[in-house]
């Protein structure tokens, strides 16, 4: 879906339009979790959601962003980010969950990322059909295209474009991201989805910064505007301000 909504939508505007995935988990874990959320920490995720806004939109002024937008697929990024909200708070609730059911032992991170990978690529490929008409690649023409795509990934045959780096950077680009994945469900695991996910957030300025860089295959390095580290410095004033520990009730009777 992202891939899709990512042809539709100006760059900029889809990590803006993501950060109703925060909103969205707020939501779900009241209802699902019955979790309740301190004033600090609702006004720590509007601080961080506001700080990546900033940090996004400042390098928006070039070209089209949501002004200039039908409201369809804004509402459909939005909308989509409430099914992935919920999986992060569904696994939550496994981890909870399967911790009174196992006497204290949580379940093992790599046989939840299992089975929700699993049913991931399962659901992709029984919408191939479907994704491949959005795309405009008839279904007839979808083996042929998968072909061209798997010569492309591994840098093979003759008569390939765009495919330099194939494929050290593809499998690099795998390797990395399944290490984070893994990193942000043991977060999950550890802590609260909410919290993985304001973590995971902090990653977006941090790209933008690295990508800013001249990097091979990327030479032409760009001056970060004010806005992008006003963004940045609240994104990072709003992951302190929620986790500011509260102090306990036995600590408040001491006092």
């Known amino acids: 879906?992202?891939?899709?909504?990512?042809?539709?939508?100006?760059?900029?505007?889809?990590?803006?339009?993501s950060q109703s995935f925060l909103?969205?988990?707020?939501?779900?874990?009241?209802?699902?979790?019955?979790?309740?959320?301190?004033?600090?920490?609702?006004?720590?995720?509007?601080?961080?959601?506001?700080?990546v806004i900033l940090a996004v939109a400042s390098g928006a002024n070039g070209g089209p962003f949501l002004s200039e937008l039908n409201f369809f697929w804004p509402a459909v990024m939005i909308a989509s980010a409430a099914f992935q909200a919920a999986a992060s708070i569904?696994?939550?609730?496994?981890?909870?969950?399967?911790?009174?059911?196992?006497?204290?032992?949580?379940?093992?991170?790599?046989?939840?990322?299992?089975?929700?990978?699993?049913?991931?690529?399962?659901?992709v490929f029984l919408l191939l059909p479907f994704l491949s008409n959005l795309k405009g690649i008839p279904f007839a023409e979808l083996p042929a295209y998968l072909n061209r795509g798997a010569a492309c990934f591994l840098n093979i045959?003759?008569?390939?474009?765009?495919?330099h780096g194939a494929?050290?950077?593809?499998?690099?680009?795998?390797?990395?991201?399944?290490a984070f994945n893994i990193s942000v469900l043991?977060?999950?695991?550890?802590?609260?989805?909410?919290?993985?996910?304001?973590?995971?957030?902090?990653?977006?300025?941090?790209?933008?910064?690295?990508?800013?860089?001249?990097?091979?295959?990327?030479p032409e390095g760009t001056n970060l505007s004010t806005s992008f580290i006003i963004g940045a410095a609240t994104l990072v004033l709003g992951l302190?301000?929620?986790?500011?520990?509260?102090?306990?009730?036995?600590?408040?009777?001491?006092?």
């Open 90 to 123: 569904i696994k939550e609730f496994v981890f909870i969950d399967g911790a009174k059911r196992l006497e204290g032992k949580r379940p093992d991170i790599f046989i939840v990322n299992s089975f929700g990978s699993g049913f991931q690529a399962l659901f």
């Open 167 to 178: 494929p050290l950077l593809p499998l690099l680009y795998m390797a990395l991201n399944i």
């Open 240 to 255: 302190l301000l929620y986790n500011l520990p509260q102090r306990s009730a036995d600590q408040m009777k001491k006092d």
């Open 1 to 17: 879906m992202l891939s899709i909504l990512a042809a539709m939508l100006p760059g900029p505007s889809i990590p803006v339009l």
């Open 23 to 51: 909103v969205w988990q707020l939501i779900l874990s009241v209802l699902i979790l019955g979790r309740k959320y301190r004033a600090n920490q609702i006004l720590g995720c509007m601080l961080v959601t506001a700080g």
């Open 157 to 163: 045959g003759g008569n390939l474009k765009d495919c």
């Open 186 to 218: 043991n977060l999950v695991k550890m802590s609260t989805a909410v919290v993985a996910s304001l973590t995971s957030t902090l990653a977006v300025p941090l790209t933008i910064y690295v990508l800013s860089l001249p990097l091979p295959y990327l």
